[in-house]
């Protein structure tokens, strides 16, 4: 599985961004699908994710509220809509893939986003 985000860039404080992660390969083999950010000098963190069907959601509470993760089966695509941005919201985001077992393996190579206070 291959994952490709797209979307981030640099926005001013209240703004919004629309990330997209494209899966190829063996995306039959794919689950749950969710976001990951790193800011420079903390560690990765949980954003949101998605089930398969795309009925049951999670969200950090740092995002909660300001954020939806949608998914497009049929294009094999994930979707992260940012709301009300922050500059605490800046980092590089990372797509996820988990199989069957609900561990994340398959990763992209993240997009950045830079909010501007």
């Known amino acids: 599985v291959q994952l490709q985000a797209s979307g981030g860039g640099l926005v001013q404080a209240g703004g919004s961004l629309r990330l997209s992660c494209a899966a190829s390969g063996r995306t039959f083999s794919i689950y749950n699908m969710g976001w990951f950010r790193q800011a420079p000098g903390k560690e990765r963190e949980f954003v949101a994710d998605?089930?398969?069907?795309?009925?049951?959601?999670n969200y950090a509470d740092s995002v909660k509220g300001r954020s939806t993760i949608s998914r497009d089966n049929a294009k094999n695509t994930v979707y992260l809509q940012m709301n009300s941005l922050k500059p605490e919201d800046t980092a590089v985001y990372y797509c996820?893939?988990?199989?069957?077992?609900?561990?994340?393996?398959?990763w992209g190579q993240g997009t950045q986003v830079t909010v501007s206070s």
């Open positions: 998605i089930n398969r069907s795309g009925s049951i959601t």
């Open positions: 996820a893939a988990s199989s069957s077992s609900g561990n994340y393996y398959y």
